[in-house]
């Protein structure tokens, strides 16, 4: 019931920037949505998140200052903007229904994913 379609990864060369976007369905407002990233040899990574009804939203040390998240509740859209890409950015990122509390890093539910490419 609950589905998360993520779109807008690509190749970006170090120091860029790239916009992804999160459409979902079938949560509940007071849920919170959030993005995760997992590359290959590493431990998954909560990226950002943000509650629906409320819009509190989350960054972990690593994406403070160069990530933005954001809402369009009419479009049941979850965006983030991530700015000055690093070679280590590059994962398959994921949107899904966040458990909160959980620091963006657990999950009930995601999508397929889009993949980031930061590379010269």
């Known amino acids: 019931q609950v589905q998360f379609v993520e779109s807008g990864g690509g190749l970006v060369h170090p120091g860029g920037s790239l916009r992804l976007s999160c459409t979902a369905s079938g949560f509940n407002l007071d849920d919170g949505i959030g993005w995760f990233r997992q590359a290959p040899g590493k431990e998954r990574e909560g990226v950002s998140c943000?509650?629906?009804?409320?819009?509190?939203?989350y960054y972990p040390d690593f994406m403070k200052g160069r990530a933005t998240i954001s809402r369009d509740n009419a479009k049941n859209t979850v965006n983030l903007e991530m700015n000055n890409l690093k070679p280590e950015d590059t994962a398959v990122y994921y949107c899904?229904?966040?458990?909160?509390?959980?620091?963006?890093?657990?999950?009930?539910?995601w999508g397929q994913g889009t993949q980031v490419t930061v590379s010269s």
């Open positions: 899904g229904k966040v458990q909160l509390g959980s620091y963006c890093r657990k999950y009930d539910a």
């Open positions: 943000i509650s629906i009804n409320d819009g509190i939203i």
